[in-house]
């Protein structure tokens, strides 16, 4: 065996050992077509050829991969975003629970203050307070957190919506 | 499906027709096309991809290194078959694709 065709095989198996996964296959079969050459100088080139075929085959096999990755990326942030309205819309709901459940703790606790005859009280600790705390953490994070304001925000439109609907019921 | 129909591309697809039903080897295309390994061995992962070519490893003599060969899908033979037929131009290129009895 001449040198050039040392130089092929030995060209060709350092490719073998460097590619990916998916470019194995078509370097094995370039190295085992060397047997085959007639002429080493021949073999030589046909190493030269080969190693530039499979450096362009995994240069395509990363950017598919990147381009996976990129999207996988993409839809993890669709999914977070879907995450920070959904907190959203708990925290608020939480709060005008907690306003709820706290005035009528209170109306227990505290039957001499009468707050069941007060419907001003009501408007005032389940729709007014919550509100404005909704509205104002909408506002204040906005910029920064935009999925969670957007999630408090939807909350607080749902909430005040309702309201509109019962008193016009009314 | 897309594939880009160069020169090249379309020399192997040829060589493919000549026996579409035979395993041909890269360095025996490569002798047929004139074309050299890192202008063949791109195209014919590109069909290989487009599931137009299927490769198998030769189980051949003990001992021996198996060699990796290829041959044309169904898909691959129709799709060699039209796009050649298209180029040829209509009625000619059918008579020599042997697609029509002459």
Redesign the interface.
């Given at each position: 065996m001449g040198a050039p065709r040392q130089l092929a095989a030995m060209l060709l198996r350092a490719v073998l050992r460097l590619a990916p996964e998916e470019s194995r296959?078509?370097a094995?079969?370039?190295l085992?077509?060397l047997?085959?050459?007639e002429g080493d100088w021949a073999a030589l080139?046909?190493?030269?050829?080969?190693v530039?075929?499979?450096l362009?085959?995994a240069a395509s096999v990363f950017r598919m991969s990147l381009k996976r990755q990129t999207k996988e990326a993409e839809m993890n942030s669709t999914g977070r975003k879907a995450l920070g309205v959904g907190l959203g819309a708990l925290y608020a709901l939480m709060l005008v629970g907690c306003a709820f459940a706290g005035l009528r703790l209170t109306a227990i606790l505290f039957p001499g203050l009468g707050l069941d005859h007060a419907p001003w009280t009501f408007w005032l600790a389940v729709v007014v307070v919550p509100e404005t705390i909704l509205v104002t953490a909408t506002v204040l994070l906005w910029r920064k957190r935009g999925p969670l304001a957007a999630g408090i925000l939807a909350t607080s439109l749902v909430v005040g919506l309702h309201l509109a609907v019962h008193l016009a019921m009314r | 499906m897309k594939l880009r129909m160069s020169p090249q591309t379309v020399l192997i697809l040829d060589a493919f027709l000549e026996q579409p039903e035979d395993w041909k080897?890269?360095?025996d295309l490569?002798r047929i096309t004139g074309l050299?390994?890192?202008?063949?061995?791109?195209i014919l992962?590109r069909l290989a991809e487009r599931k137009l070519l299927e490769?198998q490893w030769e189980t051949g003599e003990p001992g021996k290194?198996?060699?990796?060969m290829y041959r044309f899908t169904p898909e691959g033979l129709r799709f060699a078959r039209t796009n050649l037929l298209e180029r040829a131009g209509g009625g000619l290129g059918q008579v020599a694709l042997g697609l029509v009895e002459c």
């Open positions: 296959e078509w094995t079969a370039m085992r077509e047997d085959f050459i080139f046909w190493a030269f050829g080969s530039t075929a499979i362009r085959h | 080897y890269g360095y490569s050299k390994s890192g202008t063949l061995y791109p992962m490769t290194p198996p060699r990796h």
